[in-house]
């Protein structure tokens, strides 16, 4: 649970479908409250099978009329280290679910560069566009109005996978994370840069993830078995957006809305 004690919202979906139109749904209402707010809004992708339908549907009506677009920010939580035409780049997948279907002014996206080794110098190229765009001094983190985050079965997000060095990283924005079991370098956004987040909105779907998730959510303030427990909002706001499959494990007594 989040360490400032306010308990996460959790909502269940009937299904993948209804999971992606409630994000969709929350996303516009975000991005244009955030727009006639500040005139723009920081939006972290996750990357990742989930979130494809929920670009989707971005992308298309009733929402690609409504979203105010040229104010939009890209960015994202994590790469991998290939080029953005892999199968497997999460830049690649938003790009071609959604990017090149919308009026995103091309400076507005801000890709992670990771398939240019060393990974290092992309985590630190990424950190360096981060303060750029966010005019952000020595000291300072940069706050996303959202970031969308997704769960792996082993309780990993974004690129912070278990019993990596990412874990415990406190003073960098973005990290090479090396993940052995994928035998792979990850770049990723770090705890603290997540956890200065306005909003932060997981999305999980798949039977899967019911068990790992059922022990996250029920596991107490402090406690932190899986890297998503690590997520905790200090100043923001934390929301659940769940499948049946993947909430089945549930204790539905615990301030669960069902969609
Ligand atoms: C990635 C993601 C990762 C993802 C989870 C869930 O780069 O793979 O950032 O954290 O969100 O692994 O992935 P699925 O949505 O494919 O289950």
Known sequence: ???????????????????ARGAADELLRRAVAGVEARESF????????????????LAAEPYRSRMPWARIHFFWGDERTVAPEHRDSNFGAA???LLSRVPVPPENVHRIAAERPPPERAAAEYEATLRRVFRLSEDDWPRFDLALLGLGADGHTASLFPDTAALAETRR??????????????????CPVFNRAACILFLVSG?????????????????????????RPVDGELHWYVDRAAGQALDRTKGITPA
């Open 42 to 57: 920081s939006l972290a992708l996750s990357g990742g099978a989930t979130p494809r339908r929920l670009f989707g549907l």
């Open 1 to 19: 649970m989040p360490v400032d004690g306010t308990a996460p919202r959790v909502r269940i979906f009937e299904d993948a479908e209804a999971l």
């Open 207 to 231: 039977a899967e993830k019911a068990e790992t998730l059922a022990e996250i959510l029920a596991s107490e303030a402090g406690v932190a078995r899986y890297p998503a427990q690590l997520i």
């Open 95 to 97: 790009e071609e679910t």
């Open 173 to 190: 924005l973005v990290v090479a994370n090396w993940v052995e079991k994928l035998a792979t370098h990850r770049i990723t956004l770090t």
